[in-house]
Nanobody
Framework: HVQLVESGGASVQAGGSLRLSCAVS????????LGWFRQAPGKEREGVAA???????SYSESVRGRFTISRDVATNTLYLQMDDLLTEDTAMYYC??????????????????????WGQGTQVTVS
């Protein structure tokens, strides 16, 4: 039984930083692809970052250079470090399990709403 539980969302000022966490159970973070996507009211879903089983990462243009995805194999946790936050980063952020997908294909899959499994989300508000 795969479970993804996000945490770390908060309200922050523009220019600030946050680190989101995704506690993963029933799914080995080192063996599969995992990613983050976001959804804001009135906006399209956007895949923002992915980390695949070969250690490759992929980022959307809107977050590249500001966000960093990482994983901790020992604790089976996925992270998203978000720096230099912008008001347009305001959204619900979801952690997604993506099977054996390579990172460069994962963003599109998440954006299309085709991720096989995701968590309940954590809210990030930037003002």
């Amino acid at each position: 039984h795969v479970q993804l539980v996000e945490s770390g969302g908060a309200s922050v000022q523009a220019g600030g930083s946050l680190r989101l966490s995704c506690a993963v159970s029933g799914y080995d973070v080192s063996s599969y692809c995992l990613g983050w996507f976001r959804q804001a009211p009135g906006k399209e879903r956007e895949g923002v970052a992915a980390y695949d089983s070969d250690g490759r990462t992929s980022y959307s243009e809107s977050v590249r250079g500001r966000f960093t995805i990482s994983r901790d194999v020992a604790t089976n946790t996925l992270y998203l470090q978000m720096d230099d936050l912008l008001t347009e980063d305001t959204a619900m952020y979801y952690c997604a399990a993506l099977g054996f997908l390579p990172a460069d294909r994962a963003l599109g899959l998440m954006t299309r709403g085709e991720a096989p499994l995701w968590g309940q989300g954590t809210q990030v508000t930037v003002s």
